[in-house]
């Protein structure tokens, strides 16, 4: 089985954690704030744009579960059902070391048993498959909202291909979005090419632009 990267923890503008891959040369959230960027990127430009009582979202990378543990804080009156893929979670040595022991929501999501659903508090269920994003498959139509933070494109070009992209556009239901912090224009073309609406958004802070998909 192959093994994730060593890895080491640092801290972000904003004082809120992160990890960083020396091997790839990145961090797993943006060094100018890991907390910032999540609630810019994935909070307010994906799960507020959702009009739904009910949202089933798909996360490719899973990380440090911050997507995650914002989204189960700000799930409001919503059920939530959240599914994470990640190929390397974090070791329990490592989630020690990162969370502190009063955060039990993150905690209690990077510590769920592999490929369960688990009720994380009332109406927010959690499943983490350990499973390479190219390998994935589920029903057509089954998410209504991805969270696309996967590490960057030159680092790993293969998550950001036309084949992702079609499956990523197959799994989303009518109206459904994903969502990234990546603007990169052979990015947004690969989108266009599997038929998604493409929209820049304001990025968040040292970062012009971001994008949200639209499958209409």
Same mark, same amino acid.
């Given at each position: 089985?192959?093994?994730?990267?060593?890895?080491?923890?640092?801290? /972000?503008?904003? &004082?809120?954690?992160?990890? #960083?891959?020396?091997?790839?040369? @990145?961090?797993?959230?943006?060094?100018?704030?890991?907390?910032?960027?999540?609630?810019? =990127?994935?909070?307010?430009?994906?799960?507020?744009?959702?009009?739904?009582?009910? *949202?089933?979202?798909?996360?490719?990378?899973?990380?440090?579960?911050?997507?995650?543990?914002?989204?189960?804080?700000?799930?409001?009156?919503?059920?939530? %059902?959240? =599914?994470a893929l990640e190929k390397f979670p974090?070791?329990?040595? %490592? *989630?020690?070391?990162?969370?502190?022991?009063?955060?039990?929501?993150?905690?209690?999501?990077?510590?769920?048993?592999?490929?369960?659903?688990?009720?994380?508090?009332k109406g927010f269920d959690f499943t983490?498959?350990?499973?390479?994003?190219?390998?994935?498959? /589920?029903?057509?139509?089954?998410?209504?909202?991805?969270?696309?933070?996967?590490?960057?494109?030159?680092?790993?070009?293969?998550? #950001?291909?036309?084949?992702?992209? @079609?499956?990523?556009?197959?799994?989303?239901?009518?109206?459904?979005?994903?969502?990234?912090?990546?603007?990169?224009?052979?990015?947004?073309?690969?989108?266009?090419?599997? &038929?998604?609406?493409?929209?820049?958004?304001?990025?968040?802070?040292?970062?012009?632009?971001?994008?949200?998909? #639209?499958?209409?």
């Amino acid at each position: 089985m192959a093994k994730a990267s060593p890895r080491s923890i640092t801290t /972000s503008a904003d &004082g809120s954690p992160t990890l #960083w891959v020396p091997e790839l040369d @990145e961090h797993y959230h943006s060094i100018h704030g890991a907390l910032t960027e999540s609630q810019h =990127v994935f909070i307010d430009a994906g799960l507020n744009a959702m009009d739904k009582s009910e *949202v089933r979202i798909l996360e490719v990378g899973l990380g440090t579960a911050l997507n995650a543990a914002l989204t189960a804080q700000q799930q409001g009156n919503r059920f939530i %059902e959240y =599914v994470a893929l990640e190929k390397f979670p974090l070791t329990i040595e %490592e *989630v020690d070391a990162l969370v502190d022991a009063k955060d039990t929501l993150t905690k209690a999501i990077l510590i769920a048993e592999h490929n369960v659903k688990t009720s994380i508090q009332k109406g927010f269920d959690f499943t983490l498959l350990v499973e390479d994003l190219r390998n994935f498959k /589920s029903t057509p139509g089954s998410f209504d909202l991805v969270y696309f933070d996967a590490f960057a494109p030159s680092a790993q070009p293969e998550l #950001w291909s036309d084949e992702v992209f @079609e499956n990523m556009f197959e799994l989303l239901r009518p109206s459904g979005a994903l969502v990234t912090y990546c603007a990169k224009g052979v990015v947004k073309r690969s989108m266009k090419k599997a &038929g998604f609406r493409v929209e820049a958004l304001p990025g968040p802070p040292r970062k012009r632009e971001m994008t949200r998909a #639209w499958k209409d």
